[in-house]
């Protein structure tokens, strides 16, 4: 198993472009998320999804979409890059039900200038 | 608010201590508590998670605890190694939450040789 992969690992964007980060898990996990770690701070929810055909926001969803229409994958949207999207983006997932031990994607570093 | 706090945001030892890590956090209806690592530019690896019927977790030199009414739960590294050296993050899943995680910002640990 690969886990959760995310791609690109790095990345570099104007203002105003717009971009997809790709996250995949082979784990047949229900639940997946993304989050952003800015320096010094700890990760913050973007949206989460408990299935496929369902996302809601979490806590910094503004500046992003994302959709699911299958369970193995969840992307990130951007559409209009901003300098304060400038980050660390991490994927999860997690299995329904029992201790729902999240598992974490290798992050894909964000710069908007 | 629900808050998760770390403290201190660093912590020096000498290899070979005895060390704990705290953390704290505002509402005891938890769903459970995780503790990650996280080395420089990587991603997140779940260490123990502790469900809120438990009072602790252990893994080889790692044991965590909990206390709900307190709103507490510790990292006790035992012998620790330079190569503990890393940023430990403190996570909890609410009740009802679809075990979104609220994150610490991390401890930054540092084992000198």
């Known amino acids: 198993n690969a886990g959760v992969t995310q791609t690109p690992k790095f990345r570099i964007l104007k203002i105003g472009q717009s971009m997809t980060l790709q996250c995949t898990q082979d784990m047949n996990h229900n639940y997946m998320y993304w989050y952003r770690q800015d320096p010094g701070m700890g990760l913050k929810l973007i949206y989460y999804s408990v299935g496929a055909g369902i996302t809601d926001k979490g806590e910094v969803p503004n500046g992003y979409n994302v959709s699911r229409t299958t369970t193995e994958d969840f992307p990130l949207r951007l559409e209009l890059a901003a300098p304060s999207q400038t980050s660390v983006y991490f994927c999860a997932s997690s299995l329904a039900g029992g201790p729902m031990r999240q598992f974490f994607g290798p992050g894909t570093r964000l710069t908007v200038l | 608010k629900q808050e998760v706090t770390q403290i201190p945001a660093a912590l020096s030892v000498p290899e070979g201590e005895n060390l704990v890590l705290n953390c704290s956090f505002t509402?005891?209806?938890?769903?459970?508590l995780q503790w990650f690592r996280q080395d420089p530019g990587k991603g997140l690896t779940s260490l123990l998670l502790?469900?809120?019927?438990?009072r602790e977790q252990t893994s080889g030199r790692l044991n965590a605890s909990l206390d709900k009414s307190s709103g507490r739960s510790t990292l006790y590294i035992a012998a620790s190694q330079p190569g503990d050296s890393a940023t430990y993050l403190c996570?909890?899943?609410?009740?009802?939450?679809?075990?979104?995680?609220?994150f610490g910002k991390g401890i930054t640990l540092s084992v000198r040789p």
């Open positions: 996570a909890v899943s609410y009740t009802g939450a679809n075990s979104k995680l609220t």
């Open positions: 502790i469900q809120s019927s438990q």
């Open positions: 509402d005891s209806a938890i769903y459970n």
